[in-house]
């Protein structure tokens, strides 16, 4: 069964339009050197006008349960993914988070800010090996020291310019 045939009861097939929106959020997700099927599946959330579980995503972008259930859970993770409530089904189901600003948040406490704090505490542990190292060394640890920094105080302001953006756009409207 190819993905243009009936995969389940949502809607015959993926669309042009899904398929459009699909590579669209793949591209933005390999950008952040993420999995293509995290890609594939917000697409798939961000072109779906009902909520999906688990097994439509696993049936309309035909992809592993393993993979859809993992990306799925990055996506919550992240504030991508909102759970939603269908009376009579007990399965999970999800729609897209529409505001860039929650999942830049998200995205940046789930995957960047670990990633500082372990630079950080990494730093330190280089700086007291090289307690004696040359100037150019002690120079460059302060360097990405100072980088570090900087970067940690950008969040805020990145996150109050995506929430700045989302009112004038509403507003706009």
């Not at 009936?6 to 669309?15: N, Y």
């Not at 072109?47 to 349960?65: F, G, R």
């Not at 630079?119 to 190292?133: C, D, V, Y």
């Amino acid at each position: 069964m190819n993905k243009r045939e009936k995969t389940s009861d949502l809607e015959p097939r993926i669309s042009d339009l899904e398929s459009e929106l699909i590579a669209f959020f793949v591209n933005a997700a390999q950008a952040f050197g993420l999995p293509k099927s995290v890609g594939e599946i917000y697409g798939l959330y961000f072109a779906s006008e009902q909520p999906l579980a688990l097994d439509h995503v696993v049936e309309k972008l035909q992809i592993s349960k393993g993979s859809a259930s993992q990306g799925i859970r990055f996506l919550r993770s992240i504030n991508a993914l909102n759970p939603t409530y269908l009376p009579g089904d007990r399965r999970d189901h999800f729609t897209p988070e529409l505001s860039l600003r929650h999942i830049a948040d998200g995205f940046i406490r789930q995957r960047i800010r670990p990633q500082l704090k372990d630079g950080t505490t990494r730093l330190k542990e280089i700086a007291r090996q090289n307690e004696n190292s040359t100037a150019t060394v002690s120079d460059r640890i302060d360097t990405i020291t100072s980088w570090t920094k900087k970067a940690d105080l950008l969040f805020p302001v990145v996150s109050k310019f995506l929430g700045g953006a989302k009112r004038e756009n509403a507003q706009s409207i």
